[in-house]
């Protein structure tokens, strides 16, 4: 099981992550909204579109823009990463992720 933390809290817990590009994606239903505040930040990866942002909010300590999700995968990515990956999430910035 695949397990995100930060700050001592769980963020996003699962059996069914995504495995891409070396992160873990966890399945919107596996995330701890409660901690999370959407974030203006965006990205673009040149073969799964554009990302948007999360900030992780845990005891009013905040990791800016340490999450992020892709709300319309580019077409053709989520075929070439076997499985529609639509608003799953991944971490960075500290947020410590563990199998």
Not at 11 to 16: D, F, G, H, V
Not at 21 to 32: A, I, M, Q
Not at 64 to 78: C, H, I, L, Q, V
Request: proline share 6%; charged share 25%; hydrophobic share 35%.
């Amino acid at each position: 099981m695949a397990k995100a933390t930060w700050n001592g809290v769980t963020l996003a817990e699962s059996n069914e992550t995504i495995m891409i590009e070396g992160n873990h994606y966890f399945p919107p239903d596996s995330v701890n909204m409660e901690y999370f505040r959407k974030s203006d930040y965006q990205t673009t990866c040149p073969w799964k579109g554009l990302a948007n942002y999360y900030d992780v909010v845990v005891d009013g300590d905040v990791n800016t823009d340490a999450a992020w999700y892709y709300p319309e995968p580019k077409a053709g990515s989520p075929e070439k990463v076997g499985k529609d990956f639509r608003d799953y999430v991944a971490f960075w910035k500290d947020v410590d992720v563990r199998d």
